[in-house]
Nanobody
Framework: QVQLVESGGGLVQAGGSLSLSCAAS????????MGWFRQAPGKEREFVVA????????YHADSVKGRFTISRDNTKNTVYLQMNSLKPEDTAVYYC??????????????WGQGTQVTASS
């Protein structure tokens, strides 16, 4: 049974930082690209950032370039999202996903339950 468990969400003031983690189990972690997506209230889910199986290649949404960094540790079956200079518009539930390196949600096979990130103004 595949499980992706996000942690690290919370409330932070605008301009602050948060670090999210996503621990994977039940799959061969190094065989999957990993992505982070988010969904704000009343909005559709959107792509945030993704990382290749090896960790060499990353893709970022324009809205987070220069502020968010994705990384992974294949020895710990964990992917990380470091979020700096947070803005109120970053407020959303953040989901990690495992699948094919892509900005499209349909290319991901497994999803976590999500963690709330709130950046207050």
């Amino acid at each position: 049974q595949v499980q992706l468990v996000e942690s690290g969400g919370g409330l932070v003031q605008a301009g602050g930082s948060l670090s999210l983690s996503c621990a994977a189990s039940g799959l061969t972690f190094s065989s999957y690209a990993m992505g982070w997506f988010r969904q704000a209230p009343g909005k559709e889910r959107e792509f945030v950032v993704a990382i290749s199986r090896s960790g060499v290649t990353t893709y970022h949404a324009d809205s987070v370039k220069g502020r968010f960094t994705i990384s992974r540790d294949n020895t710990k079956n964990t992917v990380y999202l470091q979020m700096n200079s947070l803005k109120p518009e970053d407020t959303a539930v953040y989901y990690c996903a495992a699948g094919r390196l892509s900005s499209q949600g349909l290319d991901y096979d497994y999803w976590g339950q999500g963690t709330q990130v709130t950046a207050s103004s």
